[in-house]
Nanobody
Framework: QVQLVESGGGLVQAGGSLRLSCAAS????????MGWYRQAPGKQRELVAT???????KYGDSVKDRFTISRDSAKNTVYLQMNSLKPEDTAAYYC???????????????WGQGTQVTVSS
């Protein structure tokens, strides 16, 4: 079984920064893709950023040039550095892992429980 645990959310003023972390646990030997998605009240979940094992990244249009995703594959951990935060960035942020290879088989599309980010104006 694979578990994702996020940390680093909180309350910050507009223009501030936060760093989210997500650690995957279980008998993992490889994870292809990891990423972050967010969901604001009354809105659909949307892409924030993803990163492959090889380091290729993809960002949602609204966070480009402000957020940076990175990962430590040895620690099965993904990070999201969020700068120049805006009130519209307020949402629950969810970690995702895709194609997680474990001794029990491959798990696809694993989600964390979410961490709240609130940006005050």
């Amino acid at each position: 079984q694979v578990q994702l645990v996020e940390s680093g959310g909180g309350l910050v003023q507009a223009g501030g920064s936060l760093r989210l972390s997500c650690a995957a646990s279980g008998s993992i030997f490889a994870i292809f893709g990891m990423g972050w998605y967010r969901q604001a009240p009354g809105k659909q979940r949307e892409l924030v950023a993803t990163i492959t094992r090889g380091g290729s990244t993809k960002y949602g249009d609204s966070v480009k040039d402000r957020f940076t995703i990175s990962r430590d594959s040895a620690k099965n951990t993904v990070y999201l550095q969020m700068n120049s935060l805006k009130p519209e960035d307020t949402a629950a942020y969810y970690c995702n892992a895709d194609r997680v290879g474990t001794v029990a088989g491959t798990f696809n599309d694993v989600w964390g429980q979410g961490t709240q980010v609130t940006v005050s104006s």
